[in-house]
């Protein structure tokens, strides 16, 4: 599995962007994919996460974004998508997408494949 993130880019405080997670290659129903983000001189940290199947538990998300922002994905398009609102200076940072076989999961490493990143910039 490949993955291609797309979508970031400047936008003021209190305003919206959403991010695009194209997946290249086979992922099955036990497949969860997640969104993490890195800003400068910090760790990467988890922010979402979703399965491909419907009925395998709800998605997930971090104290800091629950409520703003919206995981979802297209399974017919293989593309998981993050809808930012209410975005913060605090947001700013480059979002990555990643992919584990499995269940969902927060932790950075029990994720096996990793986007490129797309930058998120939010001013005040």
């Known amino acids: 599995v490949q993955l291609q993130a797309s979508g970031g880019g400047l936008v003021q405080a209190g305003g919206s962007l959403r991010l695009s997670c194209a997946a290249c290659g086979r992922t099955g129903s036990n497949y969860a994919m997640g969104w993490f983000r890195q800003a400068p001189g910090k760790e990467r940290e988890f922010v979402a996460a979703?399965?491909?199947?419907?009925?395998?538990?709800?998605?997930y998300y971090s104290d800091s974004v629950k409520g703003r922002f919206s995981i979802s994905r297209d399974n017919a398009k293989n593309t998981v998508y993050l809808q930012m609102n209410s975005l913060k200076p605090d947001d700013t940072a480059v979002y990555y997408c990643a992919a584990r076989a499995g269940g969902l999961r927060i932790g950075k490493n029990e994720y096996d494949v990793w986007g490129q990143g797309t930058q998120v910039t939010v001013s005040s």
């Open positions: 979703i399965t491909w199947s419907t009925w395998i538990g709800n998605p």
